[in-house]
């Protein structure tokens, strides 16, 4: 197949495009700063239809990734980076596949698992789960961080490519060994001794690891009956405490240093990011992945854990 990966030059597109690549895909990343790489990569803006389109016309496959780096302090203008990289982006590439010749039979976007309600009680699946809004006494960055993802679903939902299958991947953490990722971070802190419970160590933390994503993704360009919102989760989300626990045992480390919410928050500052990113609780699972069939080989993070620390 000839899968065409818009914004694919980050850590989660690097994993689908090695992935795809290496079983003999025609890969063609398009990236904003294009750089040598094993798969063909070429330049696009994020925003407005160009020469770019011409790579979407006659592909099998579109996955859409693009979309600025939530890791940041949400001031004004990086609020304004990541909700307007996403829906523009989205709307490109659907006035892309619009004017194909030849449309893309399926056009997977990202979305994420964010769009969730912050809750304990019980997990969210596309059918049942609730969509956030309502954060109760959390941080108003909390609610833009839905917002966008709404805006995000929205500008894909109108894009009107009648000839091609659309697929909303609400996705959680994609756990890889690669440099510069979620795991990465993690595992460097849980070295240092630092990886202990954040806050009261209940919130959920929703993940998949990165051969599932590839494989989940397979499944989705495979079957023509799924389309809409699916979750992309492991169906073993377990609160932080625990995550942080087993990844320690992974790694044979004792001892991890905890630390309260309002400790997260000085760091967050200090780091410039969000203490939403690790203190909202995400209990994600993937029913429609499931109910169709598909099977992960990791479904539970302990053997995950110890998969991803293995090769480091």
């Not at 200090?270 to 203490?275: A, F, G, L, P, Y």
């Not at 995400?282 to 539970?300: A, C, D, H, N």
Request: charged share 25%; aromatic share 8%.
């Amino acid at each position: 197949m000839k899968i065409v990966i818009p914004g694919g030059s980050g850590q989660v597109g690097t994993v689908l495009a090695r992935a795809f690549d290496g079983d003999g895909h025609d890969v063609v990343v398009l990236s904003r700063s294009p750089r040598a790489a094993p798969w063909r990569v070429a330049a696009w803006d994020g925003a407005t239809v160009g020469e770019w389109a011409r790579e979407i016309d006659g592909a099998d496959v579109v996955i859409n990734l693009a979309g600025r780096s939530v890791n940041c302090r949400y001031n004004a203008k990086n609020r304004a980076e990541i909700l307007e990289s996403r829906v523009n982006a989205t709307r490109a590439v659907g006035a892309a596949i619009a004017g194909s010749a030849r449309p893309p039979r399926v056009w997977l976007q990202a979305s994420t698992a964010t769009i969730y309600s912050h809750r304990y009680d019980a997990p969210n699946d596309e059918r049942c789960g609730a969509i956030g809004g309502d954060e109760g006494n959390a941080p108003d960055t909390w609610t833009f961080s839905i917002d966008v993802a709404r805006a995000w679903e929205a500008a894909f939902a109108e894009a009107d490519v009648p000839s091609t299958r659309k697929v909303a991947m609400r996705s959680a953490m994609t756990m890889s060994p690669d440099p510069g990722g979620i795991f990465d971070t993690l595992h460097s802190l849980v070295r240092l001794g630092l990886g202990g419970r954040v806050g009261d160590g209940r919130q959920f933390v929703s993940w998949v690891h990165h051969r599932d994503f590839v494989r989940a993704l397979s499944w989705l360009i495979e079957h023509e009956d799924l389309s809409g919102a699916v979750n992309i989760a492991s169906p073993g989300p377990l609160p932080h405490a625990e995550f942080m626990r087993i990844l320690r045992e992974a790694e044979g480390v004792p001892f991890g240093l905890s630390g309260t919410a309002w400790m997260m928050e000085i760091a967050a500052f200090i780091h410039r990011t969000e203490s939403e990113l690790i203190l909202k609780s995400r209990r994600v699972v993937p029913t429609r992945l499931l109910e169709s069939g598909f099977t992960f080989e990791f479904p539970q993070w302990t053997d995950a854990a110890r998969d991803l620390v293995r090769p480091r």
